[in-house]
């Protein structure tokens, strides 16, 4: 397929300079390369990836979080780094203990923040849910927030449901 595929991109040209262009000799076999040597890979060469097949009638809305957690953790989505810490924190997030969902947002943070004197080392990293991540780090002072875009926090207003109420969370956060 390669060939013929060659041979109709350049009409004009002699079956030897196609060959030169396309085909080389790499790792003592001759393939197909461009002038960088990029080769193209072979079929063999490709890892399989087997996928665990969701069980029977198991659905993310029956409320069996155990189950899709620990799907979570089996998931090749993550760096065997964090693979490892979700399998470590048996797919619990480790602010909220509750159990990470398909769809949440998960973030893995320093137990010790690198600003307070933690390290990158395995023991001093843990996941956490987006939101639980926010509290977390607003309580132990690290830094602020990277996901809250405003100092203003929205409350419910008094007199209807339907309407918000813009509050400062510190006095003067209000534009005048």
Same mark, same amino acid.
């Given at each position: ?57 198991? $659905?993310?809305?029956?409320? !069996?979080?155990?189950?899709? #957690?620990?799907?979570? @953790? ?7 780094? =964090? ?51 926010? $509290?977390?780090?607003?309580? !132990?002072?690290?830094?602020? #927030?990277?996901?809250? @875009? ?7 207003? =008094? ?18």
């Amino acid at each position: 397929m390669l060939w013929g595929w060659a041979n109709r991109r350049h009409r004009n040209k002699g079956k030897t300079w196609i060959y030169d262009k396309y085909w080389r000799r790499v790792e003592g076999s001759i393939r197909f390369a461009d002038t960088h040597d990029h080769v193209l890979l072979k079929p063999s060469m490709i890892r399989v990836m087997r996928h665990v097949k969701v069980q029977g009638t198991r $659905s993310p809305y029956d409320g !069996d979080w155990v189950y899709w #957690s620990r799907r979570i @953790t089996k998931a090749p989505k993550y760096a065997s780094r =964090e693979f490892h810490i979700l399998v470590r924190q048996q797919g619990r997030c480790a602010h909220c203990r509750l159990f990470f969902k398909a769809g949440d947002l998960i973030e893995f943070d320093h137990i010790l923040p690198s600003s307070l004197g933690g390290t990158n080392g395995m023991d001093n990293l843990q996941a956490l849910h987006r939101h639980c991540h926010d $509290s977390k780090t607003a309580q !132990d002072g690290s830094c602020r #927030s990277a996901h809250v @875009t405003s100092p203003n926090v929205e409350e419910p207003c =008094e007199a209807k449901v339907s309407r918000t109420v813009l509050k400062p969370s510190r006095e003067g956060d209000l534009p005048a």
